[in-house]
Structure formats: structure tokens, C-alpha cells
């Protein structure tokens, strides 16, 4: 192992820590490449990042999903019923996040009804992570209409969990902790997508009738 | 695989526009500028450039409670001073007779003080404005609609979108408002977006949510292309000389215009939207690079250099050679009949026909419906052969001629459907720019595509071309 790594360890650095945090530059570098290359847009690079590792905090991935799907649902029902009241930003927030954490609750009951004893157990650090999901949610459909939220939060979805399985593949992990260093390649990595300035994938496709009509 | 690639290079992507165009060239500052409606304003008007006129603003609570609602005219819009996409956006088009504060929206629909009162509470809190912020709202004039843009916009003001780079204006294009969009020329929001020939601001193609190509205006015949943007150089010009002043290197200038007061300026963008290229057919990439770099001291320099450039291709240059325009097969044409009365219909340009034949409801609807009547009770022979035909012609004339003042002559018709005796009127066609002194029979073409057909006689002017 490592040396860097063992010196970590043996002051005290959970191994759990430590791999998060290796493993944290590879998972933000692939959001930025989904981004600039590929087109992929998902909620900028902190909620999808942070949704990856409320994804492999739960136990399952499917209740990760089922939880995020939930407070998205809501999020979007919710804002149906809200929009009649013309409430300002923050207070309108703030009933959206209690009655999505209800519904979170009962989903998590529902679960234990059902002997998916998985889902309530839980840890409480994910859940909160994806129930304050929502403000992000009601800032872009604010910002670019219920529509684009819905498409944006599905491809945060998308990109969580490719995420979340890159992040689980031992081989990789094993691999960091062995060479930690390596993760700083993602540096020079970034610097060449910070300067790409050719045609995303996603582009290819939405300007296809320039590209045929020539 | 390889021409999918080699096409696509001179798109310009999100990448390239952010990195190559808007960093480099559009500053904080000049950014700023641009968020802000009322700050853009008032520099457009400073440097004597129109835009539509500030009724009054609200910048907080204070403000809204002391506001002298009886200053406001009929008819006004209320902004967000730092709203995107159309939001928020409050049109009223004139105050309800007899009610005190209760104004008219475009749909119909009432808006009363308390309604107002909200909104503007919405817009100061921030509700509008990018991230939140506290906003300040303003009235401003609402812009009368062009008589050319009547039939195409549903509901709002169509808008011109100019891309301007380096002091060219490099690529363009019409917005239409539509049912969908709710009166709004978004087209994010469903108005159809119409690309603009450089050299002569006639319409080219068009594009419908997001990637649709359409010809005809959705849910109607009416052709897109081939609509003449009146004042285009005018607005060319506003548009470089609003980047010269705005500092905003890349620019997309947003002009309206206004039935009374001719092209004003709506807004001023320094992140202009990618989707003008499919709306044109055409990439951006590859017009700002012929652009980049070349040295254009003047506004006007820069405008005939995007004319020359990036519109014409090969129809203006035959008419430069011939003299006479270029029309196609079906064309817009312009009737003007009796007392001012004038329509416009898609005709179809018909060099088999001699004379001009317009439809009955067409013929009504500038003036001649009196003809129609008279005509229709003279009894007509049904059964003559060619030879007689001269005669019949003949004895109509003595007999009834005189008998109305319009009709100028009768003709006999022959077609693939038979025979018909039809009245002659004089009437003037417009079409593109020429004006002609016509003589048209009126015929009952109801089952036929186009209400009229233009004949040899009034297109000695044009050079037709068959595609």
C-alpha cells in the first residue's frame, strides 16, 4: 500500500474518508466531461457529485433512486398546487422541503409495510441530502421553466448513477489507494476540457438539419 | 461519418461560443449592462438610439404604495428590469370603459389594480429576476403592431434577433409570436423563429420547436418565407451602432417595429441563443470567422460588409444583370381595389394565363362586391362555340357595360374546365416592389388553391423562376 496512504491511516483518517475523497476529483471530472463533451447539463457539478455519494450511502442503489424520484415527483406536483398562492421564493421553499420530507417518510414506512426493510434503515445523512434536493429543483424551473427541470433532474439522475457505480468498482478503488497521486491527472485533464471548444455530442444531434441541409 | 464532421465545423457550439465569443469579447461590465434593461435603455437613448418610451418605474414597496395610477395611459407593459426569457412580462392593451383601475389583457381577459398591485410586489421581491434578487419594475410603451406582421403574430410584437460581431451584423432572424407562446417571441416558449437573408431582409427558412423545419406558419397557409422585413437597413445599422456603444463585443440585439415610430430596440443580449443558426440553415462559426479580425472603422462599413457577405447568393445578381426581379411560381401579391380597400393573397405567378383572375370573396373584400351582384343577374348564354364567342362579347357589351362603373370589359375565359364569361375590373398589384395597373377578371375560384392567378400581361417586370 501506499505510503501517503498509510500514514493517512495510521493517524486516524477513516479508510471510508479516504476513499471518498480520492475518488471525489474522478467523479467531478467525469460530470465536467459529460458537460463540455457529451452534453449532458444535470444540476451544475455539486448535486450531482453529492447525489453519487448519497447514492452509495444508502445500501441500495434502488432506494437512492426511488427516494430522489420521490422528492422530484413531489417537487413538481408541489409546485402545481403552490402556484395559485404566488408565494416568494424562500417561504415557498421552505413548505416544499417539509412536504417532500413527509412524503420521504411515508415512502420509507411503506417500505418497511412491504418488508423492504433496506429502505428504512436508511442512513439519515443521504436523505437529507435528496430532500433539500428540491430547493435546487424550484430554482431551475423557476429559472427555465417545469420542463427543463424535469429533463436537467433526470440527467442528474443519469450521470448520479454512472457515478455511483464508478465509485463502487473496487478494481478503482483499489487502484487509487495503491497510487493516490494519479487522481491529480484529472487535473490536467480539466485544463484540457476547459479549453474544448468543439461541438458537444448533444449538439450533433440539435443541429442536425443545418448539418443534413448542407 | 466524415462529412457529418467536416458540416459541422462551422456550427458554433456552446464550447466555442462561451470560449472564443462571449468571454473575450463581452466584459463584466458591459455584461451587466445588458441584464439590465433600464440601465441599457437609457445608454441606447443617450446615443440616440430608439427604443420604447419609460412610462415609470417602482423600485420598492414605498414606491408601489404611492404610485399615481391615474398617470398611466390606456395602453402599456409592465417588465422586470432583470427578467430573462420573457418573464414576467405584463401586456394590457387599454383601460375597461367605465371601470375605474381595470385594464384589458391581449387575450381578453381583465386585470384589475389588486392583480397589478401582485405582480409588481412579485417583481420587486425578485420572483423575475436571475437568482432571486430584489428587482425593480417599470411600464413602458406598448409597441403598436405592423400591418405586414398582422396575419403572423399571434397575439404580441414580432421581434428581429441581430447578431452582431465585430461591427457586422453576421446572421439574423424574424420571431414570431404563437398561440403557444402565449404572444411571447421566445422561442424557447414556442414562437417560431424565421431566418433572415442579410443583403435584402427577406425570410428564408424557419424553425418550430426547437428543431422542426416548417414552411407554412403552424396552423395556417401562410408561407414563411419571402416576407420583406421593411426599414432592414435602418435596422442593421441600429444594430452595430448599439455595439459600438454597449462595449458588448458579441452581441444579439433584439429589434421590434413599431407601427408609428419604425424599428426600436427591445433589449440588448451578450449571451445570444445558438438556435438562430437552424432557423438560417446555416452556422455561426463560420460567418464569425470571415468576420473576425478585419479592421471596419464605421457603422456603415460594417453593415455592407454582413450585406455583402452573408445574404443575396445568386437571384440579385441576375436582377442586376436583367433589370427586372426574380419571383417564383406563387408569390405574395398585394390587390389594392376600390376607396383604399387593399388585400393580400398568395397568388400563383402564371405565365399560361393572359389576363389577371381574381376570386369573388377576394373581389368583395376590395370593393367590387356590387360588381358580383350586377354580374351574376345578367342572363349569361351557357352554350356558344368558339366563333360565336366574339359576338356574345360583343352584344354584352352594348347591352351592359354602361349599365355599372366599374366594369371596364367582359372576357370569355377558356380553361380546362370549360368555358366562362367573367367581368373585367381595374384594379393595382403589388408585388415586391413594383406596383402595377392591372386589368382582372373576377372568377369563382373557391375550389382552386390560390385566390388569385397573376397572367402574362402584368409580369413583364419579372424574370419567374421555376423550381
Known sequence: MNQFVQLALSNGVPLDTLILVLLLPIIVTMIAFFRQVIGIKAFGIYTPAIITFAFLATNEIRYGIAIFVTVIAMGTFIRYLLKQFRLLYLPRVAIMITIVGFSILILLIIGGIYNRTGLASVSIFPILIMITLVEKFVAVQIEKGGRAALILAFETLLISVIGYYIASWTALIGFVLNYPWVTLLTIPANIFLGKWTGLRLSEYFRFREIIKSK | ?467
Open chain 2, 1 to 467: 461519418m466524415t462529412t457529418l464532421f467536416k458540416n459541422s465545423r462551422k456550427i458554433l457550439g456552446m464550447n466555442a461560443r462561451n470560449l472564443k465569443f462571449i468571454r473575450p469579447n463581452n466584459l463584466r461590465r458591459a455584461k451587466r449592462l445588458a441584464d439590465d434593461k433600464l440601465s441599457s435603455k437609457q445608454m441606447l437613448k443617450k446615443a440616440d438610439l430608439p427604443v420604447p418610451g419609460l412610462i415609470a418605474k417602482i423600485g420598492n414597496l414605498d414606491e408601489l404604495e404611492n404610485f399615481d395610477w391615474s398617470a398611466l395611459p390606456g395602453s402599456w407593459v409592465l417588465k422586470p428590469n432583470r427578467g430573462f426569457g420573457g418573464e414576467g412580462i405584463l401586456v394590457v392593451y387599454g383601460k375597461k370603459k367605465g371601470a375605474e383601475n381595470i385594464w384589458i389583457k391581449a387575450d381578453g381577459s381583465l386585470v384589475s389594480l389588486d392583480d397589478i398591485k401582485t405582480h409588481i410586489t412579485n417583481i420587486v421581491d425578485g420572483s423575475f429576476s436571475l437568482s432571486g434578487v430584489p428587482d425593480v419594475a417599470f411600464f413602458e410603451e406598448r409597441l403598436k403592431l405592423l400591418k405586414l406582421f398582422k396575419p403572423y403574430a399571434f397575439k404580441g410584437v414580432p421581434d428581429i434577433r441581430i447578431v452582431v460581431f465585430n461591427k457586422v451584423p453576421v446572421m439574423a432572424m424574424l420571431r414570431l409570436p404563437t398561440r403557444e407562446s402565449d404572444g411571447k417571441a421566445n422561442l424557447q416558449q414556442g414562437a417560431v423563429g424565421v431566418g433572415v437573408d442579410m443583403a435584402t431582409g427577406v425570410t428564408t427558412t424557419a424553425v418550430y420547436r426547437k428543431n422542426t423545419i416548417v414552411e407554412y406558419l403552424p396552423g395556417t397557409r401562410l408561407i414563411l418565407s419571402g416576407i420583406r422585413i421593411p426599414h432592414w437597413k435602418d435596422i442593421l445599422m441600429m444594430a452595430v451602432k448599439a455595439q459600438e456603444v454597449s462595449g458588448l463585443g458579441f452581441l444579439g440585439a433584439d429589434v421590434a417595429i413599431d407601427g408609428e415610430r419604425g424599428p426600436v430596440f427591445l433589449e440588448l443580449n451578450a449571451r445570444p441563443g445558438l438556435s438562430i443558426q437552424i432557423a438560417n440553415l446555416d452556422g455561426l462559426l463560420g460567418r464569425l470567422e470571415r468576420v473576425e479580425g478585419l479592421k471596419i472603422k464605421t457603422a456603415e462599413k460594417g453593415v455592407a460588409v454582413g450585406m455583402n457577405l452573408f445574404g443575396g447568393e445568386i437571384e440579385e445578381e441576375i436582377e442586376d444583370i436583367s433589370g427586372k426581379r426574380m419571383i417564383g411560381t406563387v408569390e405574395k401579391v398585394k390587390l389594392f381595389g376600390k376607396n383604399g380597400n387593399e388585400v393580400e393573397v398568395e397568388a400563383k405567378i402564371d405565365t399560361g394565363a393572359e389576363y389577371t383572375s381574381i376570386d369573388q370573396e377576394i373581389a368583395k373584400k376590395i370593393g367590387f362586391s356590387s360588381v358580383i351582384e350586377y354580374f351574376e343577374k345578367i342572363d349569361l348564354p351557357e352554350d356558344f362555340s368558339r366563333e360565336g364567342g366574339k359576338q356574345i362579347l360583343d352584344d354584352l357589351r352594348k347591352k351592359y357595360l354602361a349599365g355599372h362603373d366599374d366594369i371596364v370589359d367582359f372576357d370569355i375565359v377558356y380553361s380546362a374546365s370549360g368555358r366562362t364569361i367573367r367581368p373585367n375590373v381595374k384594379i393595382k398589384l403589388a408585388l415586391g416592389e413594383e406596383e402595377i395597373s392591372s386589368k382582372a377578371n373576377i372568377a369563382k375560384r373557391v375550389n382552386l388553391k390560390y385566390p388569385a392567378i397573376i397572367g402574362k400581361r402584368d409580369l413583364k417586370k419579372f424574370l419567374i423562376e421555376v423550381k
